[in-house]
């Protein structure tokens, strides 16, 4: 009998959900409100509610699935199954494995959603062929996995892994976890929009004026205008630079044989990749005199990452 996985990713507005074969291959997969505001058990009963209608769609019975992952947001306790605080989904110390467990009928395994990601693209994507690697998403903050020895490295009571947060400014740009100048005050989608806002402003003289308001700036918004106007430059150059050193202090610690990269500020390709690898190789430690490369990658399973790896959970 064939043995199949079930993902689940966990976010403030929607439940994603799939079920996986043993290569990556989702069989059948869907999407449910979160419901968050009305607790952590109607959260529970709308995942089970998807899970069991992907069963249906997909005809595989309970029997075959080996167990369901979970990703979900905040600080999650792996070993315990617990969400020890998700400001995301407003829950705190709640035992989310041992619910889902009881209502499922499966063994639960839950994870922190940034690991899952990494773990995903470790398994499927863009890391599948390194052992040591790094996984970065640049979104509205700065998320991270790391994979050591091709094992998820999730640190003390799986706290680990926030290197979103290790400081890049002292006294910097404030930061959401109350620290200034910390990564993700600078290399963040949400950064890159405060300071393109910041430099439309700034120079009422600038081409990006040409969105017509700075409510309409995205990501894309600099690396659209930089090669035609001077302050499109600048802001995507100083992002360059911030994110830059941020990641070649993370391959000097860590050296992984890679860092895979993620989020919506990837899609620039060449115009974001070329110049990070140029920043990163002129700076990491001993690199003129032979010190393993760091390779740098693009993530390749999109929004299916979480899914993926919260199903290698079990894998």
């Given amino acids: 009998m064939d043995k199949y996985y079930i993902g689940i990713d966990v976010g403030g507005t929607f439940i994603k959900a799939g079920i996986v074969?043993?290569?990556?291959?989702?069989?059948?997969?869907?999407?449910?409100?979160s419901e968050c505001d009305k607790g952590g058990d109607k959260l529970a009963d709308n995942a089970v509610t998807l899970v069991k209608e992907l069963l249906e769609k997909s005809g595989i019975n309970k029997q075959q699935i080996v167990g369901a992952g979970m990703g979900f947001p905040g600080f999650i306790d792996s070993k315990k199954g617990v969400v020890v605080y998700s400001n995301?989904?407003?829950?705190?110390?709640?035992p989310i494995a041992e619910i889902m467990r009881d209502k499922l009928g499966v063994d639960v395994k839950v994870a922190n959603d940034a690991n899952v990601a990494a773990l995903g693209e470790k398994m499927f994507g863009a890391g599948k062929e390194y052992k040591d690697m790094v996984m970065i998403t640049l979104g509205t903050g700065v998320g991270a996995g790391i994979i050591i020895d091709g094992k998820l490295f999730e640190?003390?009571?799986?706290?680990?892994?926030?290197?979103?947060?290790?400081?890049l400014?002292?006294?910097?740009?404030q930061c959401t976890c109350g620290r200034k100048g910390c990564f993700e005050a600078y290399s963040s989608a949400t950064a890159l929009i405060r300071d393109t806002r910041r430099a439309m402003l700034a120079h009422k003289d600038s081409l990006m004026w040409r969105i017509g308001s700075v409510?309409?700036?995205?990501?894309?918004?600099p690396f659209d205008f930089a090669a035609e106007d001077k302050y499109a430059a600048e802001v995507v150059n100083n992002y360059i630079e911030m994110l830059g050193s941020a990641l070649t202090d993370i391959a000097n610690i860590f050296r992984p044989e890679a860092i895979v990269i993620g989020g919506g500020v990837c899609a620039q390709g060449d115009n974001l990749i070329v110049p990070l690898k140029k920043?990163?190789?002129?700076?990491l430690f001993g690199a003129d005199f032979g010190s393993p490369e760091v390779v740098l990658r693009v993530a390749e399973l999109g929004n299916k990452a979480g899914l993926l790896g919260a199903a290698a959970l079990f894998m």
């Fill in 215 to 221: 409510d309409n700036v995205t990501g894309k918004t």
């Fill in 155 to 167: 640190g003390n009571r799986s706290a680990g892994a926030e290197v979103g947060h290790m400081l």
């Fill in 279 to 283: 920043k990163i190789q002129a700076e």
């Fill in 21 to 33: 074969d043993k290569n990556g291959n989702i069989l059948a997969d869907g999407k449910i409100a």
């Fill in 169 to 173: 400014v002292h006294g910097g740009e």
């Fill in 88 to 94: 995301n989904v407003r829950l705190a110390d709640f």
